[in-house]
């Protein structure tokens, strides 16, 4: 009796240590994580390819980056989020259409100018939280 008692409470007590390890590993990445990755995935492969002088691949990551940011930019109430959001998709727009007509040196400044946008809301915004 005082074995099967002694196996229970080891098996339960695994199944606890497992279950709050499965949750831990399924932790979900909040909605503005997510945005936040994609556009940071989208703007390294912008530079990977203005580096590979791939202009052509520019532009739909580039509309990309430049709907999403819209349409976010849209939604937000604080006023400086809001401008600044819209500024980048304002620049993607331009980045995108300069793509198109393989302005490798236009591209190159907008994407600065977007860069620089990120790390502004980063900056005033995200760290004074
Ligand atoms: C209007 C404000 C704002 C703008 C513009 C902005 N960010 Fe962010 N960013 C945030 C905030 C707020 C967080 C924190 C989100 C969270 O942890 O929930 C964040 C987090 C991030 C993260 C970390 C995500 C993670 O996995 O925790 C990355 C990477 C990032 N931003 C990239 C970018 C890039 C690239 C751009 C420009 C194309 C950009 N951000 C533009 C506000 C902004």
Partial sequence: MKRIILILSVA???ITVLAFAAEDKKTELRPAQKIMQVRAAGLTAM???L???KLE???KD???LAAETMKTGNKLSN???KEITLAISM???EASAAAAK????TVKAKLGEIKGKCGECHVKIRDKK
Wanted: proline residues 4%; charged residues 20%; aromatic residues 4%.
């Fill in 79 to 81: 006023p400086l989020a």
């Fill in 51 to 53: 580096g590979a002088g």
């Fill in 12 to 14: 339960i007590l695994a």
């Fill in 91 to 93: 620049y993607a727009k």
């Fill in 62 to 64: 580039a509309d990309d």
């Fill in 102 to 105: 393989s302005d490798a040196a």
């Fill in 57 to 59: 691949a520019i532009a």
């Fill in 47 to 49: 530079n990977k390819n």
